[in-house]
């Protein structure tokens, strides 16, 4: 037996009574070392348009985030401020302890450990599924073909669409395009990967192979954040859940507290519209 549970173990033994009397909701524990932090974030659109609003927030290594609001709210914006597709007209973004905002950071080396996955996949219909997933690691990583091929196989194979691998986009599902997007992303080995809506622009048949992929990915110990309207998901999933509207952070904390207990009115609004 490890100390920790040695010593949860004597603790439990004398607090017995009292826990019984109260039991406890586990509180949100971080799952690693944080991996970015984000300290009072401000996107704004030609200077009228405030997208993001100061926010401040931490994703830890392997930590599933899920990231919930009205349209409008400023999630995507948010995401996209974290590999700088969107470049914040305000706060910090750390990443691995670097500020990747600083004007000598590497924006390339940046995007290269940040994988993601759009609404509509964003695959290029010229190219087949292998030349899809290699075209990066190899002409931005500078990999030979066949490490990044090989790499790339096993990921089709792990994912069920090794059979796939000469089709162009055009002769795939939806459900099975996603599936490529993801995997692609992964072909690059990325230290998080950012999911903005994955499912939405899928058939309702399609969704949960989709979601299959990702549950995987996520036992698997990736980190994760994930724009998405699927509180099944969420709630199954997710480690922590962020609430934005209007573009602030409004709520956050495990699925239990934001499905189960919302605080803020705007929640509770949100949620009596959705579920
Ligand atoms: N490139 C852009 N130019 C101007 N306004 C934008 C741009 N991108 C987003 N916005 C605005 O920023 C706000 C937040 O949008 P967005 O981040 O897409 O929200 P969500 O993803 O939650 O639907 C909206 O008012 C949207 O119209
Ligand atoms: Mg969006």
Redesign the pocket.
Same mark, same amino acid.
Request: hydrophobic share 35%; charged share 25%; proline share 5%.
């Given at each position: 037996m490890s100390d920790k549970k040695v010593i949860v173990k004597a603790v439990a033994k004398e607090a017995a009574p009292a826990a019984k009397a109260a039991p406890k909701k586990p509180l949100y524990q971080p799952k690693g070392d944080v991996l970015i932090s984000v300290k009072n974030l401000d996107k704004t659109?030609?200077e009228t348009?405030h997208?993001?609003r100061n926010v401040t927030t931490d994703i830890h290594k392997g930590e599933v985030v899920v990231l919930i !609001?009205?349209? !409008?709210?400023?999630?995507?914006?948010?995401l996209?401020c974290l590999n700088l597709l969107?470049v914040p007209t305000g706060g910090s973004i750390t990443m691995d302890g670097e500020d990747i905002m600083d004007k000598n950071a590497d924006l390339n080396k940046h995007r290269q450990k940040v994988g993601m996955v759009f609404q509509h996949f964003n695959l290029f219909d010229n190219l087949n599924v292998i030349q899809n997933m290699t075209i990066a690691p190899v002409k931005l990583k500078g990999e030979s073909e066949a490490a990044a091929s090989q790499r790339a196989m096993n990921l089709l194979d792990r994912v069920g669409l090794a059979d796939r691998a000469e089709a162009y986009p055009s002769q795939l599902s939806g459900g099975q395009k996603q599936r490529i997007a993801i995997v692609r992303a992964l072909c690059m080995q990325p230290e998080v990967i950012l999911f903005?809506e994955p499912t939405s622009a899928l058939d309702p048949e399609m969704v949960g192979e989709v979601l299959d992929v990702m549950k995987q990915l996520a036992a698997e110990g990736m980190t994760m954040v994930v724009?998405t309207h699927e509180m099944g998901f969420a709630r199954e999933v997710a480690d922590r859940v962020l609430f934005?509207a209007d !573009?602030a952070l409004i709520e956050e904390g495990t699925p239990e507290e934001i499905f189960d207990n919302p605080k803020s009115d705007r929640l509770k609004d949100f949620l009596s519209k959705i579920l």
């Open positions: 659109f030609k348009i997208a993001v !609001g009205p349209s !409008g709210s400023g999630k995507s914006t948010f996209r969107e903005d724009v934005m !573009g």
